[in-house]
């Protein structure tokens, strides 16, 4: 069996890193016959799309790469915490999302939270950014408040942005980094960096787990 290939990288002025596995998880194929079967719902937390539980020992597998990438990329050498994990699918079409889901986001203030992404079908990659008026790459606790004022600031002056996902650079963001999606590639990144799904305005956001975009998304705490 081949060893995963594990690239990192540091990106932006804040040169926070990420890390980029190929060959993530050692039977792919069987992780996408499971998702066929699973009982996907509505996804929470502004997710615009589908999830379901993954099946038992998905971690176990995944382990000595994930494992590696937390000493090594993220210096972790304490324990971690599994936080939430599921397959997940993108399905809202673009003209329904809400304004929350055409910006950059993070997923956590606090540092020691890491999500992890890892494609398995067909679609499109993370896209990193810079928010252009504050420069924050990284929202953190002390910089939430301000970041969010801005922001509100700026979308009341120049209204809701337009009704697609946020790919490339915009007005209000600068891109970064791109890691593309390709089958049993994850990425792995601190959960307070501003990134977004670089879904395309032709995806196809496909319900169906043998045609959409399918991923399982995780969030750790390292502590």
């Keep these: 069996m081949t060893p995963p ?12 890193p990420i890390a980029i596995v190929d060959g993530f998880h050692p039977d792919p194929a069987a992780l996408r016959a499971a998702a066929l079967v699973a009982r996907f719902e509505p996804g929470r937390h502004h997710y615009p ?19 590696a990438v937390l000493a090594g990329v993220f210096d972790q050498r304490g324990g971690v915490s599994l936080l939430d994990a599921s397959f997940s699918i993108v399905t809202t079409p673009p003209a329904r999302l809400s304004v929350t889901q055409r910006l950059p986001h993070v997923d956590a203030t606090d540092p020691r939270r890491i999500a992890l992404v890892h494609y398995l079908g067909a679609g499109d990659g993370t896209a990193f950014f810079r928010h252009r008026a504050t420069g924050f790459e990284t929202v953190d606790r002390g910089r939430a408040a301000g970041y969010l004022d801005t922001l509100n ?8 942005p337009p009704a697609a996902y946020v790919a490339d650079s915009t007005p209000l963001f600068e891109r970064t980094a791109l890691v593309e999606a390709r089958p049993n590639r994850a990425v792995i990144y601190r959960s307070a960096l501003l990134h977004s799904g ?26």
């Design 198 to 223: 670089a879904i395309q305005p032709d995806a196809v956001l496909s319900p169906d787990p043998a045609d959409g975009r399918l991923t399982i998304t995780a969030f750790l705490s390292l502590t």
């Design 153 to 160: 600031a700026e979308l009341r002056r120049d209204g809701a």
């Design 49 to 67: 799309g589908l999830r379901a539980a993954l099946p038992p020992g998905y971690f176990a597998a995944v382990r000595p790469a994930l494992t």
């Design 5 to 16: 290939d594990i690239v990192a990288r540091r990106i932006g002025a804040e040169a926070q």
